[in-house]
């Protein structure tokens, strides 16, 4: 399929990547496709792979992914042409992090709300669905440890667009997925992201997920 991807840093990159891996067609948006860093992407991913702005990206897509920054992400969606997104599936990825005082991040929207909750008001067409936020982008494409495959968890209010996610993405890459339900369970996933994040500061090292364990 064609997939529209809103966001040229490393997750835009590496999903972008993951995807053209698995037979899919990506074009990344941003406000400046003739960055640097976005024609090396292209060069080494092939005839799959294109820019253009976030608007092309979106009309581009049938599926689409939100991967910017978060103080970018609404003005990025809002550059999209709204009828762009209608009926799609929308993989939201992003983290809504406050770096503006030393140290770690905080989650800039609190915990009585949520990045996936936002983007899902703000296009209520659209099947938004949480996934990958909880990992560093080294690991999400065929994320390889030691005690086998890692958990994504992941939520939305569609359930076959949930299980899109899971069967053409998560699953082919490697992870085992659970679903938490509705795109509410955004407030449990993007603290949960800030535990990874905690744990990347205090390491120094990106090389963990989440896996749960039982008996
Ligand atoms: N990095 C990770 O390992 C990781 C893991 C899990 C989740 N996440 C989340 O995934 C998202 C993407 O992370 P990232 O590290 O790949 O990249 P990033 O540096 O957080 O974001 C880069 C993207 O944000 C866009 N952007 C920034 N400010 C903007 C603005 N004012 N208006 C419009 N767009 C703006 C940039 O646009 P241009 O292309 O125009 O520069 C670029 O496409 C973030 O929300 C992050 O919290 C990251």
Redesign the pocket.
Known sequence: MNIGIL??????QKLGSGFIELGHRVKIG???PNQEKIKEWIKKSGDSASAGTFSQAAAYGQLIVV??????TL??IRMCDPKDLVDKNVID???P?DFSSDGLPKLAVGYTDSTGEIIQRLLPEANVVKA??T???PHMVHPEFPNGPPTMFICGNNDNAKKTVINEFLTKFGWESIDIGGIEGSRLLEPM?MLWITHYFQTNNVNHAFKLLRK
């Open positions: 966001g040229s840093g490393k997750v835009g941003t406000r400046d991967a910017t920054s978060w103080n970018g003005e990025a990825v992003t983290n992090l990958f936020n990992v560093g982008n992201a």
